[in-house]
């Protein structure tokens, strides 16, 4: 918005005759200029609060005008309130309410490829990380929400907050909550799937907003990353948690079925190639440090080779059963 349309919206603004849309402007523009000055956290509440002050101020000006010079012109009083604005906000705003939301810290925390960790947040939120992944949050929750930035896969059990919903960010989408627990899995690879247990949850696609699904428990969201869709399915909770497991077990099962369900356990696709079925079984309880700590556990007692791909799959060679 450039000078003229801005004074022209005040004016307007004066004479009672502005639109709900014009309103909205106004408002983003007194946004803008105080950020121009100095940066700060703002929320609406803030913003309520500068908009009435500025109001009063003109308000004052024009009744002093009034008094000075009984046919004032309404044009050149609006033509001050950009430069009333700047000395408002700059000053005693900036003075008053830059300590009023102190800028918080932010933390990373990440896991190694073999590493697990469970984070409790400053609200009581506990955040269980799974390998391979990265989350960050500020060391207090200011403002209107409590934001944290995922890489990877969590498990997240929320603290009821109605007045500061809980926001998960990964690379393409947005989950908010209020207070429940989900699983998010955004590791690099095509697909994003959030998972809930309890409670509700909102997901989002980042780039666009407007898609959007609400989830229940034991429902999920895929989102896919090439396509750009979005797709809500009913989903086992239970068995998208089995990687927060301090264990797995293989009970007499083949090495098709094993490789079957680690792929499920950590959402990875797993491709057997020159797989021959010799009838091997598989009963062993490995630790669960991951998925390619769990591959060589399996190493052990079978013979193949794999590699992983560009895009997160895992081929395997597989050469048959050690005797």
């Known amino acids: 918005m450039n000078k003229g349309e801005f004074e022209r919206l005040l004016e307007q603004q004066a004479k009672g005759k502005t639109t709900p849309e014009e309103e909205e402007a106004i408002r983003q523009a007194y946004k803008k200029i105080y950020f121009s000055q100095k940066p700060l956290q703002w929320n609406d509440r803030l913003a309520e609060d500068v908009k009435g002050r500025l109001e009063h101020n003109l308000a004052s000006k024009m009744t002093l005008g009034k008094r000075n010079r009984p046919f004032i012109r309404l044009k050149p009083l609006v033509k001050v309130a950009a430069v009333l604005a700047l000395v408002i906000l700059g000053g005693f705003l900036a003075g008053k309410y830059v300590t009023l939301l102190p800028k918080a810290e932010l933390i990373t925390k990440r896991t190694t490829a073999s590493q697990r960790a469970t984070i409790t947040l400053s609200d009581g939120t506990k955040v269980h990380l799974n390998v391979g992944s990265a989350i960050t949050f500020p060391e207090q929750f200011y403002g209107e929400h409590r934001k944290v930035t995922l890489e990877g896969e969590a498990f997240f059990e929320v603290t009821r907050d109605v007045q500061k919903p809980f926001i998960v960010e990964t690379a393409s989408l ?62 086992d909770a239970g068995q998208v948690l089995d990687w927060k497991k301090e264990y797995i077990e293989f009970d007499k099962v083949s090495f098709k079925d094993a490789i079957r369900l680690l792929g499920q356990f950590y959402h990875t696709e797993i491709i057997l190639e020159n797989f021959q079925n010799d009838h091997c079984q598989i009963r062993a309880i490995c630790k669960n440090n991951g998925i390619e700590h769990l591959l060589g556990q399996l190493q052990l007692l079978v013979d193949f080779d794999y590699r992983i791909q560009k895009d997160g799959s895992i081929v395997i060679d597989y050469h048959g059963c050690k005797k």
């Open 174 to 235: 947005s989950t908010k909550v209020l207070g429940t627990s989900f699983n998010i899995n955004a590791h690099e690879s095509q697909t994003e799937m959030v998972t809930v247990v309890s409670g509700k949850v909102q997901v989002s696609q980042t780039a666009k907003p407007e898609m959007k699904a609400i989830l229940l428990p034991d429902e999920a969201v895929v989102f896919n990353r090439s396509s750009g869709s979005l797709n809500k399915q009913r989903a």
